[in-house]
């Protein structure tokens, strides 16, 4: 092995142990920080999914960040049932859906696009489940706060980026959206009351992309 070899293999093995020790998913900038500046980190990434593609854990990227996930074929046998205080209403995942193909978005956006008041705790439940956060706000009356989601959302619906969302026209033919016209007339949500539930969210359901 010549000593280049042998230097990338150490920049190799460096990042694994990073990324592996890292609770949060690192941009390449951070993994930079704690290589070499002259390290080639793209192209060591690139080696490293390579070496761990047909594992049980994968390396991917999920926004800007890189982190280890279980492979998605494994999934099933690792999943098991478990109750939960509560689950995302019907209302909250129309609502993360309409940040996900509209962001960055204001409530009154989500409520012109969704057709009913936004009601209250529903940006809050996403935002403290970590798929939203605030996005600045809109140059308009009252700068109203605009909402964007998050690399915690890209994780946990498996997505590199917000390019890999379903096109509305995807959703239509699998049956997952609903073809009928949304209306336009706002009137309160009317979800039913919060209970126990499994904790894997339905899917999608975005009004439009």
Known sequence: ????????????????????????PLSEQDLTEYLTEEADVPALLS??????????????????GWCFTTAPDLAPFLTRQRRIEKRLSRAGIETLAVVAYHQPVTRGEIEEIRGVQLSKGTLDALFEQGWIEPRGRRESPGRPVTWATTDAFLRHFRLSALTDLPAREELLATGLLDS?????????????????????????????R
């Open 1 to 24: 092995m010549t000593t280049g070899d042998s230097r990338d293999r150490h920049l190799l093995r460096l990042l694994e142990a990073v990324l592996f020790a890292s609770a949060e």
């Open 47 to 64: 080696a490293l999914v390579d070496e761990y593609a047909g594992r049980g854990v994968n390396l991917v990227q999920a926004g800007n």
């Open 180 to 208: 009928r016209p949304a209306i336009r007339v706002l009137q309160p949500d009317s979800d039913p009351p919060e209970g126990d539930g499994d904790s894997a969210p339905e899917p999608l359901d975005p009004d439009a």
